[in-house]
Structures are given as structure tokens and as C-alpha cells.
Antibody, heavy 122, light 106 residues
Framework: EVQLVESGGGLVQPGRSLRLSCAAS????????MHWVRQAPGKGLEWVSG????????GYADSVKGRFTISRDNAKNSLYLQMNSLRAEDTALYYC???????????????WGQGTLVTVSS | DIQMTQSPSTLSASVGDRVTITCRAS??????LAWYQQKPGKAPKLLIY???SLESGVPSRFSGSGSGTEFTLTISSLQPDDFATYYC????????FGGGTKVEIK
């Protein structure tokens, strides 16, 4: 059974940093791209970032480019999101999602975690 | 960037109704479109990929069609478990979602 478990969310002040983690199990992690998708309270879904199976290709939404960094550790079956210079508009539930292919570009999401809540507020 | 527009934003229907949700892309995305269902407090669930391919385990009352810029998700006979919000997502060029369609009880 595929499982994706996010952690690392919490309350953080504007301008500060936070690192999210996603522990994956139940599939061959290093065969697939992985993604972060967020959902602001009461709003729709927004793709944040994706990373290919071997970290060779990485992409970001314009809204987070230059502030967020995605990475993965295939030996630990883990995905990460380093979030710097956080803003109030980054407040959202952050989902870890498994891609259907090895490339993040041109991918859809066949499994999702339950999300970790990030609240940016002073 | 490719924009995805869903309509309607809210849909009121009864159990047994045939329901159709539309998703339009700002430019052609071929058949690179997925549909998701999300219930309150839960993660999204993949229903359809490549515009019309049903994900394993998804009931056959769900179907998808379309190509290019116009796509539809159809629920042939709405069941109580289907009241939820539905999102389309294009994966032709980067990854973008539609704004969602909430299917509520009439």
C-alpha cells in the first residue's frame, strides 16, 4: 500500500523558514517523480514544486521560485521542501504527491498524503 | 502559462442525476488532463488521467472525454458518496489546476 506521510508544518512568522518532509513507502520511490501541492484555507489546489526520480529535473511555481527548494533522498525514501522568506500567502495545507512517471514535467498525481499545515503569521 | 477554467463552480444535483463538469484550457493540451475528487478534510483522489482513462478502483459511473481545449467529467448516476469538489489538472506544460467544481445536494 502506498503511503505518504508529511511532517514539519506549523506556525511561523513572516520572513522565517520551515522545512517540510514526506516519508514514502509501499512503492519503489526512486522510480517516480514527486511533488508538493498546496491548498490555502477554503481555496483550490496549487502545484508548488516537482522533482524527477533522480533529482535531475526540478520545477517550481512562479509564486515560490527563488524562495522554496525541493529535494529528495532516495536512500531514505524521503521528499523535502525547504521554504524560506515565508509570506502570509504561503499559508496552506501542503500535500506530498506521487507522480505517475519519472519526470515531474508532464505528470499527474496518483497518490497523495494527508497534508501538513503551514501557517505564516506574526 | 496554461490557464484551466472549470464550470460551473457549484452544481446542485440529486442522487441518480447525470452530472457533467466542464474544464477548458487556455491553449491546446492534447489529452494531457486529469480529474480529481476531494471530500472535506481529505486529500484529493485521482479519478481520470489522459482525459478519459479511468484510474484503477474508480467506479465506472465516472467518465472523462475531450481533447485539445475542452474536456468533460461525467457522473452517469450521482451517488451519495459523490458529493464532493472536483478539480481538473493539465499536465501538457507545467502543471496547473482548474478552480474546482463543488457538487452539492439539491
Amino acid at each position: 500500500e502506498v503511503q505518504l506521510v508529511e511532517s514539519g508544518g506549523g506556525l511561523v512568522q513572516p520572513g522565517r523558514s520551515l522545512r517540510l518532509s514526506c516519508a514514502a513507502s509501499g512503492f519503489t520511490f526512486d522510480d517516480y517523480a514527486m511533488h508538493w501541492v498546496r491548498q490555502a484555507p477554503g481555496k483550490g489546489l496549487e502545484w508548488v514544486s516537482g522533482i524527477s526520480w533522480n533529482s535531475g529535473s526540478i520545477g517550481y511555481a512562479d509564486s515560490v521560485k527563488g524562495r522554496f527548494t525541493i529535494s529528495r533522498d532516495n536512500a531514505k525514501n524521503s521528499l523535502y521542501l525547504q521554504m524560506n522568506s515565508l509570506r502570509a500567502e504561503d499559508t496552506a495545507l501542503y500535500y506530498c504527491a506521487k507522480g505517475d512517471s519519472g519526470s515531474y514535467y508532464g505528470d499527474y498525481f496518483d497518490y497523495w498524503g494527508q497534508g501538513t499545515l503551514v501557517t505564516v503569521s506574526s | 502559462d496554461i490557464q484551466m477554467t472549470q464550470s460551473p463552480s457549484t452544481l446542485s444535483a440529486s442522487v441518480g442525476d447525470r452530472v457533467t463538469i466542464t474544464c477548458r484550457a487556455s491553449q491546446s493540451i492534447s489529452s494531457w488532463l486529469a480529474w480529481y475528487q476531494q471530500k472535506p478534510g481529505k486529500a484529493p483522489k485521482l479519478l481520470i488521467y489522459k482525459a478519459s482513462s479511468l484510474e484503477s478502483g474508480v467506479p465506472s459511473r465516472f467518465s472523462g472525454s475531450g481533447s485539445g481545449t475542452e474536456f468533460t467529467l461525467t457522473i452517469s448516476s450521482l451517488q451519495p458518496d459523490d458529493f464532493a469538489t472536483y478539480y481538473c489538472q493539465q499536465y501538457n506544460s507545467y502543471l496547473t489546476f482548474g478552480g474546482g467544481t463543488k457538487v452539492e445536494i439539491k
